[in-house]
């Protein structure tokens, strides 16, 4: 059932009718002409904004590729209500790692060495999970030295 049937109980008896052109008499050759070149505006509207929106995703599209061993960092989607990793809402991490990419299944999907934490998760990844690691030294942080007296405190 239509909707146009459904809320006023009869059929559309419109010279658009799709379903059976048979019953409906054809008489103003305008208005189908009119309708059928609006529905070409229409078309080409919705093509346009379609480019449109594939250019401006293609702008942020990047090609990534990694090697067997390079270091990646490892996106994790955050869940409403549960606490990942020791944090919660706009303070949990949004990449966790650096991981080692052990081998390479295609150019998009990389299989990582997880850690024993998350080994009841697959280990293969989509490209777009993934973040290039890059070190810098300047952000090593080196734990101080703890002095412990005799009492081990």
Partial sequence: MSPYE???GKKCRSSLFWDDLSEVPVTDQDMIRDMLDKIKLIQSRM????ERQAEYANVRCRPLSFEQGDRVFLKISPFRGTVRFGKRGKLSPRYIGPYEILDIIDDLSYGLALTQALSDI??????SMLKRYQPDPSQ???PDEAE??????
Avoid: I, K, M, P
């Fill in 148 to 153: 412990l007296d005799e009492t081990l405190s």
């Fill in 47 to 50: 093509r346009a904004a379609q």
């Fill in 140 to 142: 090593v942080l080196q």
């Fill in 6 to 8: 459904a809320l006023y």
């Fill in 122 to 127: 697959l280990d293969v990844f989509h490209v």
